[in-house]
């Protein structure tokens, strides 16, 4: 075991793990945030995504020593209060249809919000190779690729 420290959305943390214990594990079974999803665990669909250090990465490929002193950004974070309404990505992907099973969608969500904030307004080739890393079984895509261009288009619009 080994004490750890981490910045989860925006709250430090400390918890004692196992170093080589997977990041996706540590949200999911110590820390109690589910969101992050396990569909492969190997790093090829893109379920566990969260955001480290502004990065997108697949939590169920990092061991949790890596993350040591890592700002971690779980679609938890995105709209951390219970009250508060929906981050305006997860709205788009409600209207659209972009989330159907919810496997893929929360590691689809901030795999979008990382690309907008690398691209604020993608072409379909930058959202087709932003979301690359992130499968899904059930939309065929389109509903997804529809939800980010709102999403981009709403963002550009509410910004001056």
């Known amino acids: 075991m ?23 594990d540590v949200l999911r079974e110590d820390l109690g945030l589910t969101g992050a999803k396990e569909g492969c665990g190997e790093g090829e669909c893109g379920s566990c995504s969260v955001l480290m250090d502004g990065e997108l990465v697949n939590s169920c490929l990092v061991p949790v020593l890596q993350a040591e002193g890592a700002h971690i950004t779980t679609i938890e974070g995105l709209s951390p209060e219970a009250t508060a309404p929906l981050h305006p990505i997860q709205q788009c992907f409600l209207e659209h249809g972009g989330a159907q099973c919810g496997i893929c969608t929360p590691g689809m969500i901030l795999a979008t919000h990382h690309l907008l904030s690398k ?35 709403a963002s550009a619009e509410s910004t001056p």
């Open 2 to 24: 080994m004490e750890i420290t981490l910045t989860i959305n925006d709250q430090l943390q400390t918890i004692d793990a196992p170093p080589m214990k997977r990041l996706l």
């Open 119 to 153: 691209y604020p307004r993608p072409t379909m080739e930058e959202i087709q190779e932003g979301l690359a890393g992130n499968l899904c079984r059930c939309t065929g895509y389109m509903r997804i690729f529809e939800a980010v261009e709102q999403a981009a288009t």
